[in-house]
């Protein structure tokens, strides 16, 4: 089942979050502005786009979604903004949008409510070979604040064993991501970003190692924000390592042993037995500034705290 996350006492949140069907997709208004739009039919996988930071500008690439800025790097087209989803279910490819992979294919709502404090999206997913064959089901609650420091989004991505035993397998190609800003980037033509994590590992060190957390920022229109992923204390093998590159993708990600330590391949494997469920549990947190501007060691001792 989906656990439950505290949310931001009333004196933290500056005001509310609104949910509204647009078509086709969602959008979540945080104290009257757009926050972002959960896009989910008709797509290899969910996904949300775009994604406003705390100065009122997208903090993630726009391409593949729009090819509005010439400053973005063309590549890795299944980088979509922010997403959830993994290399190798079963020995199937999740992850990429080749002809060979699989697809996770929304099938309801379960939830969808606004509210002063917190906005709140629940959803059930199919994970889909390309035969056709179900390899698993997903429950995916997605809950939104509007924090005194900034936004905040929490997943909580609870995997069934509906059809069977599930392996998610060694592989970097994973698993909680976002793609950001081409300035916020530590490498590239115009990138004047950086990357920190929990253990204090900086930019390329921070890459593929263990931590409680991950903060990347720079500045985007002139003005430094920064996104941090919070890796929940209940998650498997917490702390999670770190798909995190130089050139914007952001990734968590629990099982990628091998790729990360160069450890016999299969290191990383986690499997869920038929017909039992396990749930992985993020939060990210959309601030102004570096990584201690933005209280991002405190805002994860919060996070770290809750059920």
């Not at 790097?73 to 699989?102: C, E, Q």
């Not at 035969?131 to 929490?154: I, L, S, W």
Request: glycine share 10%; with cysteine; aromatic share 12%.
């Amino acid at each position: 089942m989906v656990a439950k996350a505290k949310a931001p006492t009333a004196s933290q949140a500056k005001g509310g979050v609104k949910i509204d069907d647009v078509g086709n997709k969602l959008s979540v208004e945080i104290d009257g502005r757009l926050f972002t739009e959960y896009n989910f039919q008709d797509v290899p996988r969910p996904y949300f786009y775009p994604v406003i930071g705390p100065t009122g500008v997208p903090v993630i690439r726009h391409w593949p979604m729009k090819d509005i800025n010439p400053d973005e790097a063309k590549d890795h087209p299944h980088h979509k903004s922010l997403w959830f989803t993994h290399g190798n279910v079963n020995g199937i490819d999740f992850w990429t949008d080749g002809t060979r992979g699989g697809k996770i294919v929304h099938e309801k709502f379960l939830k969808v409510s606004s509210g002063r404090e917190m906005g709140e999206i629940v959803s059930r997913n199919k994970w889909v070979a390309r035969d056709g064959n179900v390899v698993c089901t997903e429950t995916r609650a997605h809950k939104f604040y509007a924090g005194q420091d900034g936004p905040m989004m929490d997943f909580e991505i609870t995997i069934h064993a509906s059809e069977g035993k599930v392996v998610l397998g060694d592989t970097k190609e994973g698993s909680m991501a976002i793609r950001l800003a081409p300035t916020m980037r530590v490498e590239g033509k115009v990138a004047k970003g950086h990357i920190i994590n929990s253990e204090g590992q900086q930019d390329k060190e921070a890459w593929g190692k263990r931590a409680a957390w991950c903060d990347y920022y720079g500045p985007v229109e002139g003005q430094t924000v920064g996104v941090a992923i919070f890796d929940h204390p209940s998650n498997p093998k917490h702390p999670t390592w770190w798909h995190v590159r130089t050139y914007g993708l952001f990734a968590a990600n629990p099982f990628g042993v091998h790729d990360f330590e160069k450890k016999p391949a299969g290191t990383g494997d986690i499997t869920i037995p038929a017909g039992e469920s396990l749930t992985f549990k993020y939060r990210f947190y959309f601030h102004k500034g570096d990584e201690k501007q933005g209280k991002v060691a405190e805002h994860y001792r919060e996070y770290a705290a809750t059920k």
